[in-house]
T-cell receptor, first 112, second 111 residues
C-alpha cells in the first residue's frame, strides 16, 4: 500500500448505528487530518492531529469522535448521525502540521 | 464576503485550448497558495504550491498569484481530456495554518 488509504470506501448507515472510518498513511508523516466534503461547499476541516495529539477541533458535533493511536492511523467514530452528515469524508496527512497535504480517496457516507 | 471565491463551473473547453481557472480572496494575510486537482471518486491531489506573489510553472501548468488584487490563477496549456476534473484553490496565512479551500471548478475538456 502506498500513500493514504481509507476504509471503507462507501458506507450507508441508519441514524441509530455506530460505525468507524479508518485512515492509514504510508508516507512517514506526523500530522493527520479529517475533512468533510459536501456538494457545492468548500472542503471543511474537522480535526487535526500532530504527533498523535489533537491540535484542532473545528467546532465539530460530538457525534463525530476522532482517535489517533499513532502517527500512521486515524479513525473517525460515528454515532447517532443525521442525514445532513451525508458527505465524502477525506483523510489527509502531511510531514508536519502544514499545508502540503496528501489526501486519501475518501469514504462516501450516506446516513438514512 | 466569503474568504475564498471560486466559480463552480462547469467549464467546458475543446482539447488543446488554454484553460484559465481563477479564485479571489478577501484575507490579505494569505501567503501560501495551492491548487488541487480532484478526479471523480478520488481525493484531491496537490498540483501546485506557491508562496507570495509571482508565477510558478510546472510542465503544462502555470500558477499565478497577484496579492495586490487578491487574485490567483491556474493556467493549463494544451489541455487534454485527462485534465477533466474539479480544480480546488486553497490558501493559508502561514505554513502551518488551517487551509481555506474554494468550492472547486469542474472542468471538462472536450475531445
Amino acid at each position: 500500500e502506498t500513500g493514504v488509504t481509507q476504509t471503507p470506501r462507501h458506507l450507508v448507515m441508519g441514524m441509530t448505528n455506530k460505525k468507524s472510518l479508518k485512515c492509514e498513511q504510508h508516507l512517514g508523516h506526523n500530522a493527520m487530518y479529517w475533512y468533510k466534503q459536501s456538494a457545492k461547499k468548500p472542503l471543511e476541516l474537522m480535526f487535526v492531529y500532530n504527533f498523535k495529539e489533537q491540535t484542532e477541533n473545528n467546532s465539530v458535533p460530538s457525534r463525530f469522535s476522532p482517535e489517533c493511536p499513532n502517527s500512521s492511523h486515524l479513525f473517525l467514530h460515528l454515532h447517532t448521525l443525521q442525514p445532513e452528515d451525508s458527505a465524502l469524508y477525506l483523510c489527509a496527512s502531511s510531514r508536519y502540521s502544514g499545508n502540503e497535504q496528501f489526501f486519501g480517496p475518501g469514504t462516501r457516507l450516506t446516513v438514512l | 464576503q466569503k474568504e475564498v471565491e471560486q466559480d463552480p463551473g462547469p467549464l467546458s473547453v475543446p482539447e488543446g485550448a488554454i484553460v484559465s481557472l481563477n479564485c479571489t480572496y478577501s484575507n490579505s494575510a494569505f501567503q501560501y497558495f495551492m491548487w488541487y486537482r480532484q478526479y471523480s471518486r478520488k481525493g484531491p491531489e496537490l498540483l501546485m504550491y506557491t508562496y507570495s506573489s509571482g508565477n510558478k510553472e510546472d510542465g503544462r501548468f502555470t500558477a499565478q498569484v497577484d496579492k495586490s488584487s487578491k487574485y490567483i490563477s491556474l493556467f493549463i496549456r494544451d489541455s487534454q481530456p485527462s485534465d477533466s476534473a474539479t480544480y480546488l484553490c486553497a490558501m493559508s496565512a502561514n505554513r502551518d495554518d488551517k487551509i481555506i479551500f474554494g468550492k472547486g471548478t469542474r472542468l471538462h475538456i472536450l475531445p
